[in-house]
Structures are given as structure tokens and as C-alpha cells.
T-cell receptor, first 114, second 116 residues
Framework: SQTIHQWPATLVQPVGSPLSLECTVEGTSNPNLYWYRQAAGRGLQLLFYSVGIGQISSEVPQNLSASRPQDRQFILSSKKLLLSDSGFYLC?????????????FGNGTRLTVT | AQSVAQPEDQVNVAEGNPLTVKCTYSVSGNPYLFWYVQYPNRGLQFLLKYITGDNLVKGSYGFEAEFNKSQTSFHLKKPSALVSDSALYFCAVRGGGSSNTGKLIFGQGTTLQVKP
């Protein structure tokens, strides 16, 4: 069966510090991968998605970036965090090229920028 | 542009009563529709989906949803609510043209509160 791992679960970082959140998927190949941010426990904002290694699409201009160094690894980064980067970050995967495939989410990372 | 609307921020229902969480959508082409549930400080869990066929789809934990093409709606329902159903519910849509990237557009979420 497929599983998705996301870490860390919680993170407190000072303004201006770097960020690296990691997500890995097991039990499937060539997944679509996504990073979402959820603010104030409500709506989800799609930040980045990837349909293959090294292929990253950005949905919202900001100081975050994403990378996909391996097929089932997706990394969210920042060189300098802002207060507005605080939120709940969710990684997800779906089957490539299948419109009917649901997204499967990790348990999220709660980021607090102080 | 694709969009999803969940018109109610919160739905309150007594345990044992039927529940409905509303969702309307706007996409080009045939929609792929999904419902998710989120418990506090957790990721979203997939409940059910509509792709094609029967307008009433059944999912996890006794939930079902009814697709209505003329009203562009996909309401989530359950015949008898449980206190443990209390959570945040998201409706999501994917238009037929975005099948390769698989991007889902989510509604703003509806908090379901089931009281004993």
C-alpha cells in the first residue's frame, strides 16, 4: 500500500531563518506531488506541484521554493522566512495522468515563524 | 476558471439526525468531484469521489454524496450523524482539462459540529 511521510510535525523558526520541509511517498512510482498551505485552519492554497523529477510548477509567487530531487521526494524550502509564512503545510500525492485519482495527504507540518 | 463554494462555515446537527454539507462548483468540461475530512492538526482524509455514472456515490464512514449536474452541486450527506463526525469538511473539484497535473481546487471548508 502507498504511504506518505511528512516531517517535521511541528517547527518554530525565527524570522529570516531558512526552511526545509521534506515529504516522501512509498509504494508508488511517478506520482504527482503537491505542496499546499492551510492558513487559520481553513482553506487550502496550492503552492507547488510536480509531475516528474526536476519539474516544478509554482502557483503563487512568494519566497518559498520547491524541489524534487528524486521520484518520490518533494522538498519545500525558503532562504529567509517571513512572519507570513506561518501556517500548516501539507504534502500530497496522486497518480500521474489519472484525473479521477484523489489526492492523498500527509499529516502536515505546523510552522510558526516568530 | 475552476471554483468551489461551500456556502456554510459551520453546520450544527444533533447526534442521530441526518446531516448535509453543501458544495457547488464551476468547471469547464465534466467535473471530477471529491470530499475530504480533516481532524485537528491532521492531514486531509479522502472520503469519496464522483467521476461518472450513478449520481449517488457512497464513501467511507457511512457518508454519501449526490451529484446534481443541473444545479452544479455535490452535497455531502449522512443518514445518522455521530459525535465523532465532528470535523472540518472540504469539497474539491478537478476539471477534465487538468487531468495530467491533477490539481484540485478546494472549497473553504465547512465545520461540522455534532452535538450529543
Amino acid at each position: 500500500s502507498q504511504t506518505i511521510h511528512q516531517w517535521p510535525a511541528t517547527l518554530v523558526q525565527p524570522v529570516g531563518s531558512p526552511l526545509s520541509l521534506e515529504c516522501t511517498v512509498e509504494g508508488t512510482s511517478n506520482p504527482n506531488l503537491y505542496w499546499y498551505r492551510q492558513a487559520a485552519g481553513r482553506g487550502l492554497q496550492l503552492l507547488f506541484y510536480s509531475v516528474g523529477i526536476g519539474q516544478i510548477s509554482s502557483e503563487v509567487p512568494q519566497n518559498l521554493s520547491a524541489s524534487r530531487p528524486q521520484d518520490r521526494q518533494f522538498i519545500l524550502s525558503s532562504k529567509k522566512l517571513l512572519l507570513s509564512d506561518s501556517g500548516f503545510y501539507l504534502c500530497a500525492w496522486s497518480r500521474l495522468g489519472t484525473g479521477s485519482s484523489p489526492l492523498h495527504f500527509g499529516n502536515g507540518t505546523r510552522l510558526t515563524v516568530t | 476558471a475552476q471554483s468551489v463554494a461551500q456556502p456554510e462555515d459551520q453546520v450544527n446537527v444533533a447526534e442521530g439526525n441526518p446531516l448535509t454539507v453543501k458544495c457547488t462548483y464551476s468547471v469547464s468540461g465534466n467535473p471530477y468531484l471529491f470530499w475530504y475530512v480533516q481532524y485537528p492538526n491532521r492531514g486531509l482524509q479522502f472520503l469519496l469521489k464522483y467521476i461518472t455514472g450513478d449520481n449517488l456515490v457512497k464513501g467511507s464512514y457511512g457518508f454519501e454524496a449526490e451529484f446534481n449536474k443541473s444545479q452544479t452541486s455535490f452535497h455531502l450527506k449522512k443518514p445518522s450523524a455521530l459525535v465523532s463526525d465532528s470535523a472540518l469538511y472540504f469539497c474539491a473539484v478537478r476539471g477534465g482539462g487538468s487531468s495530467n497535473t491533477g490539481k484540485l481546487i478546494f472549497g473553504q471548508g465547512t465545520t461540522l459540529q455534532v452535538k450529543p
